[in-house]
Every structure is written in structure tokens, then in C-alpha cells.
């Protein structure tokens, strides 16, 4: 299961966010629960 995030949680949470990105997870930002974005690790491959 993906970790959600809503656009609240970019304010509060954008370290976790950021964290759950860099482990290789695809974290998916939520605005009144439906899907808007998904947080993608840069690799510079």
C-alpha cells in the first residue's frame, strides 16, 4: 500500500514525506481524498 499524504501534510509533514520518497516508496499526495500527485526519488540515472 502507498503512503498517502494530504496537501495539509506538505506544510506539517514534508520531512516524512520526503523520507517515505527517499526509501524507494511512492508516497501519493491526496486533496479531499482524491489523488493529485505521487512524490518520485530523483535518480540520476
Same mark, same amino acid.
Given at each position: @500500500? @502507498? ?43
Amino acid at each position: @500500500m @502507498m503512503d498517502a499524504f494530504t496537501i495539509r501534510d506538505l506544510c506539517k509533514r514534508t520531512g516524512a514525506l520526503i523520507r517515505v520518497a527517499e526509501e524507494g516508496k511512492l508516497p501519493i499526495v491526496t486533496k479531499y481524498g482524491r489523488p493529485v500527485f505521487v512524490a518520485v526519488r530523483f535518480d540520476e540515472t
